[in-house]
Every structure is written in structure tokens, then in C-alpha cells.
């Protein structure tokens, strides 16, 4: 039997086995395991070590070997809690990340946003357009913008126009 046979003949069930799996280990998406399945039956097919291998004997290794693979990288993965105190004082290290700014009620997505900003101003855009874009990270209205910078706010918007055309595959 081919590779691809075998593949097409397991592969549902290889796929509940990597969605039971994930359910139990978040850290990881449900491809991802599938795909180091695939790689280990793949490297199990090239040796010759499936060729008189029953379905179930096969599926049987594929979830030992997942279950290894995600015990030997879990080890190597530490997840930290945003509630995690850092110092003496008793401030989390959520505290610390996230700016606080009393015009924004969700750190979280003043978080994502600085976090989008970052992204799309690191990919060729002027002076001008990376300032504007660290002004209303900042939450500036758009004619504090312009006042910071000593343009008219119609300026500033013409400006936002650019930086919208030039964001749209990014958001």
C-alpha cells in the first residue's frame, strides 16, 4: 500500500485521536499534532516498519508517539500567568505590561492594539505615517494629532487614508 492510501484510510481517526489529544494540552492546535503524526508515519513508512502493521497498531503508535512528543515539549514550554506577582510590592506582572490609561477600559485590547500598530509599522511606512499611527495607539483625537504635529487635522486624516490603504492586509 502506498503512503498516501495509508494516509487517506487513517487519517479520520488520526484526527479525533490529535483532537482528544489537544483537549488535554491547549498549548498546542489540533494541525499541528496531526502534522508530527504524519511526519512520524511518515518516517515509520520510509523505514519499513508498517508493512505488516495492522490499522489499529499503527494508530496505537501514532498516539504513543503524540503523547511523548507533547510530554518531552511541554517541559520546554512554561506558561506564566498574567496574575503572576513579579516583585516585592505585590504588582502583577499583568500590571506591568499593560499601560494603564483611563481612557481605555480593556488593557487587553489596548495590548492587541499596540501589538497590530508594531506589525504594520515595522512594513514601509513614512515618518509621518508611523508617528500618526503612535499618536492614536496613544488615543489621541485626531486634531491632538495634528497639533502635536503642526499639520491642520485634514492633513492627519489624509494621512489615516494612507495608512488605511496600506493596512487592509493586516486586518
Not at 39 to 45: A, N, V
Amino acid at each position: 500500500m502506498s503512503f498516501e492510501g495509508l494516509v487517506k484510510k487513517i487519517s479520520p481517526t488520526l484526527k479525533r485521536i490529535t483532537y482528544r489529544l489537544n483537549g488535554h494540552f491547549t498549548f498546542f492546535n489540533e494541525d499541528d499534532l496531526f502534522q508530527e503524526a504524519l511526519i512520524h508515519l511518515w518516517q515509520d513508512f520510509n523505514a519499513g516498519k508498517l508493512n505488516d502493521k495492522t490499522d489499529s497498531y499503527i494508530l496505537q503508535g501514532c498516539f504513543f508517539h503524540l503523547k511523548n512528543y507533547i510530554r518531552k515539549s511541554r517541559v520546554k514550554i512554561q506558561m506564566v500567568s498574567l496574575e503572576t506577582v513579579i516583585n516585592e510590592e505585590g504588582t502583577s506582572l499583568g500590571e506591568t505590561l499593560f499601560l494603564k490609561d483611563e481612557r481605555r477600559e480593556n488593557s487587553l485590547d489596548y495590548l492587541n492594539d499596540k501589538m497590530l500598530v508594531e506589525t504594520i509599522r515595522n512594513n514601509g511606512f513614512t515618518r509621518r505615517e508611523k508617528d500618526v499611527l503612535s499618536f492614536y495607539a496613544e488615543g489621541l483625537t485626531t486634531r491632538e494629532i495634528g497639533k502635536r504635529m503642526g499639520v491642520s487635522h485634514v492633513s492627519v486624516v489624509k494621512i489615516t487614508a494612507r495608512i488605511k490603504d496600506k493596512c487592509r492586509k493586516y486586518i
